[in-house]
């Protein structure tokens, strides 16, 4: 859950290990990943914890570019999240870089 969303909703995180426990055989290697991502400890935690917040980054930013009001200052405060210095290039890229300028470069699409 993110952080909004950790102040209004409860999660019995016993339970749903408990669920996974009886319908997966690889309940004890999720349990040991999720356990280490949220610790957030080793250098692979560390990246996929990026790797959410990017994508969270990329989310925004089209926002942004949409004309949401709101969304700049979101992604500045999310940009804060960045613990590595490779997320923090991505991040600089994608603020700086227009939204929908993927498609266009891939396409041809010049305004």
Known sequence: MNLLQQIYVSVDEKQIWNDIEKLSP???KM????????EGK???SILTKDACTLELLLFLKEQHDLG???AKEWFDNAKKWI???????FADEIENT?????????????K
């Open 68 to 70: 949401n009001p709101r």
């Open 83 to 89: 613990q590595t210095d490779e997320g923090e290039k």
């Open 42 to 44: 080793t250098p692979e």
């Open 98 to 110: 227009k939204a929908d300028e993927w498609w266009k470069r891939r396409f041809g699409v010049h």
């Open 31 to 38: 349990y040991e990943l999720y356990k280490e991502f949220v």
């Open 26 to 28: 690889l309940a004890k």
